[in-house]
T-cell receptor
Framework: QKEVEQDPGPLSVPEGAIVSLNCTYS??????FMWYRQYSRKGPELLMY????GNKEDGRFTAQVDKSSKYISLFIRDSQPSDSATYLCAMSAKGGGNKLTFGTGTQLKVEL | DGGITQSPKYLFRKEGQNVTLSCEQNLNHDAMYWYRQDPGQGLRLIYY???????QKGDIAEGYSVSREKKESFPLTVTSAQKNPTAFYLCASSIGSGTTGQYFGAGTRLSVL
């Protein structure tokens, strides 16, 4: 079983929809959580990072962490065709040095 | 413009050949990383370096080597011992231990001739 599980999709939604992307994890030591967006044949771009549990909002994006359920989410409001990409979650443990553990990514397509 | 520059964008390796991928950053970040990305497998850590002249193996270091002689530069050599080198290679950097995220370059796609 992988430490971080992420539904690969593809997830297809109409423009303007609210998108929910999720990851589950098994390592209770994870405390730092990140979301990346990766366009085809490009490097991942850091969207948001959060520490421990709770919500964090940045524009159309909201990151949510539920440590009791070992579950993290990224919500995208008013989705646009330019949001079409692969979304990767990543996480690390306190005192875990520099090691990030990534999910395999969810492919999102926002259609006109 | 601050960022991470990887070169070349595409690279071809002949059997038995060593090839070197370049990674340069002007973000003044202390830590640098190399990842390999294969379809359906996510990113896997090859090597990382927290300071100049020091680096640690990641999860899949066999067949790879690195150096960190300058803060700005962290080249990766794919040696002939790496039997399955075809992949997308990503370099990243971070402030300190990276708990606020790592920042990635545009990647190098390596293929075997």
């Amino acid at each position: 079983q992988k430490e971080v599980e992420q539904d690969p999709g593809p997830l297809s939604v109409p423009e303007g929809a609210i998108v929910s992307l999720n990851c589950t994890y098994s390592n209770s030591a994870f405390q730092y959580f990140m979301w990346y967006r990766q366009y085809s044949r490009k490097g991942p771009e850091l969207l948001m990072y959060t520490y421990s549990s709770g919500n964090k909002e940045d524009g159309r994006f909201t990151a949510q962490v539920d440590k009791s359920s070992k579950y993290i989410s990224l919500f995208i409001r008013d989705s646009q065709p330019s949001d079409s990409a692969t979304y990767l979650c990543a996480m690390s443990a306190k005192g875990g040095g520099n090691k990030l553990t990534f999910g395999t990514g969810t492919q999102l397509k926002v259609e006109l | 413009d601050g960022g991470i520059t990887q070169s070349p964008k595409y690279l071809f390796r002949k059997e038995g050949q060593n090839v070197t991928l370049s990674c340069e950053q002007n973000l003044n970040h202390d830590a640098m990383y190399w990842y390999r990305q294969d379809p359906g497998q996510g990113l896997r850590l090859i090597y990382y370096s927290q300071i100049v002249n020091d680096f640690q193996k990641g999860d899949i270091a066999e067949g790879y080597s690195v150096s960190r002689e300058k803060k700005e530069s962290f080249p990766l050599t794919v040696t002939s011992a790496q039997k399955n080198p075809t992949a997308f290679y990503l370099c990243a950097s971070s402030i300190g231990s990276g708990t606020t995220g790592q920042y990635f370059g545009a990647g190098t796609r390596l293929s075997v001739l």
